[in-house]
Each structure stands twice: as C-alpha cells, then as structure tokens.
C-alpha cells in the first residue's frame, strides 16, 4: 500500500531509522514529501544546534512579519539531489 510521502508501506523496510525504513533502492529513485516552504534567507554556517533553532526561527519571524504565505511543495530526496517543485 503506498502511504502519503509517496512510498510503500511494507513491513519488510520497517525499522526505528528512517533511512532503512525506505528500503535501498528508494533512495535511487527519491523519495517524495509533500512539504510547505516556509522561506529561505541567507544565514551564516551553523555550529551547533542552537544556531540551526535560531536562524529556523528567524526566517519564520521574518516571513510572518511580511505576510508572505507559506507555499506547498514537492521534496523529492534521492542519492543525487534534492529537488523542490511548487505545487
């Protein structure tokens, strides 16, 4: 059965890490998430966790603050890239 991200439900590939629970060739192939765009902005290297929390935070802030919507995208993740398509 496929579920909502696009990718087959089957006992074989569960497991508590979620790169197995794809199975090894769905990688080759991608695997797709239906995901909304928060935005984006330039922010300096993360060193840590914090940092990473902070800058997430500060792009929410700074796009609510302009109104912009968030959009609804495709993310596909596979050996090669990871790409985004507006919906």
């Known amino acids: 059965m496929q579920t909502q991200h696009g990718h087959f439900d089957d006992d074989?590939?569960?497991?508590s890490n979620p790169a197995q629970s794809h199975g090894p060739l769905a990688f080759h192939h991608g695997i797709h998430f239906k995901c909304?765009?928060?935005?984006?902005m330039e922010i300096p290297r993360p060193n840590s966790r914090i940092e990473?929390?902070?800058?997430?935070?500060?792009?929410?802030?700074?796009?609510?603050?302009?109104?912009?919507?968030?959009?609804?995208?495709d993310m596909v993740v596979s050996m090669d890239q990871i790409k985004v398509t507006l919906l």
Do not use: D, N, T
């Open 36 to 40: 909304k765009y928060v935005g984006g």
């Open 52 to 73: 990473i929390v902070a800058a997430m935070r500060r792009v929410r802030y700074e796009f609510k603050a302009r109104g912009i919507k968030k959009k609804k995208v």
């Open 12 to 15: 074989l590939y569960k497991s």
